[in-house]
T-cell receptor, first 112, second 116 residues
Framework: GDSVTQMEGPVTLSEEAFLTINCTYT??????LFWYVQYPGEGLQLLLK?????DKGSNKGFEATYRKETTSFHLEKGSVQVSDSAVYFC???????????FGAGTRLFVKA | NAGVTQTPKFQVLKTGQSMTLQCAQD?????MYWYRQDPGMGLRLIYY???????DKGEVPNGYNVSRLNKREFSLRLESAAPSQTSVYFC???????????????FGPGTRLLVL
């Protein structure tokens, strides 16, 4: 079945450091790929998405590129802020399907 | 526009007790979902409702039932709670357009359930 694997956390960075959170997926066909973010005490909210190979999703300084050849969708940000501290979930979903598969989540701590 | 709301925020149950988690959305979305979130396991789909009047099992449906009361509301019931059901429960919804479910899901704030 479909699955998503993302790097284990927690990831601890200093403010203004570069962030990479790795994500790889296993899915048939051509799934859409997502990054969701969960701030403390809240539900998940969509951060960015990409719907086809080589698409780049971006939002709030975060970006991720849909790499079909490596089945990856790594999340990057050039300069993190304390306010980026949260749990980040990679997810995939086949077009027209109702089931989104989530990774286990990666907790990010950013120190001032 | 409140988005997706869930009640209660927190609940403690004893083994064998029953309860219903409530979810409502005001975005006129067709599809609604219930997930559970456990440490190290991400979110797992319990049940979903593609449209009003339909419900289907997800990945981990055992021990749960659902009701799509109307387009706005989707409830999750635990008939006889077990400690293994201690978790954080999230409701979500998504729109449908041109006959296809739209992929972005909107989540509620969650219900934290502890079963003793």
């Amino acid at each position: 079945g479909d699955s998503v694997t993302q790097m284990e956390g927690p990831v601890t960075l200093s403010e203004e450091a570069f962030l990479t959170i790795n994500c790889t997926y296993t899915a048939t066909g051509y799934p859409s790929l997502f990054w969701y973010v969960q701030y403390p005490g809240e539900g998940l909210q969509l951060l960015l998405k990409a719907t086809k190979a080589d698409d780049k999703g971006s939002n709030k300084g975060f970006e991720a590129t849909y790499r079909k050849e490596t089945t990856s969708f790594h999340l990057e940000k050039g300069s993190v802020q304390v306010s980026d501290s949260a749990v980040y979930f990679c997810a995939c979903r086949n077009t027209g399907g109702f089931k989104t598969i989530f990774g286990a989540g990666t907790r990010l701590f950013v120190k001032a | 526009n409140a988005g997706v709301t869930q009640t209660p925020k927190f609940q403690v149950l004893k083994t064998g007790q029953s309860m219903t988690l409530q979810c409502a959305q005001d975005m006129n979305h067709n599809s609604m979902y219930w997930y559970r979130q456990d440490p190290g396991m991400g979110l797992r789909l319990i049940y979903y409702s593609a449209s009003e009047g339909t419900t289907d099992k997800g990945e981990v449906p055992n021990g749960y039932n659902v009701s799509r009361l109307n387009k706005r509301e989707f409830s999750l019931r635990l008939e006889s709670a077990a400690p293994s059901q201690t978790s954080v429960y999230f409701c979500a919804s998504s729109a449908r357009r041109l006959g296809q479910d739209q992929e972005t899901q909107y989540f509620g704030p969650g219900t934290r359930l502890l079963v003793l």
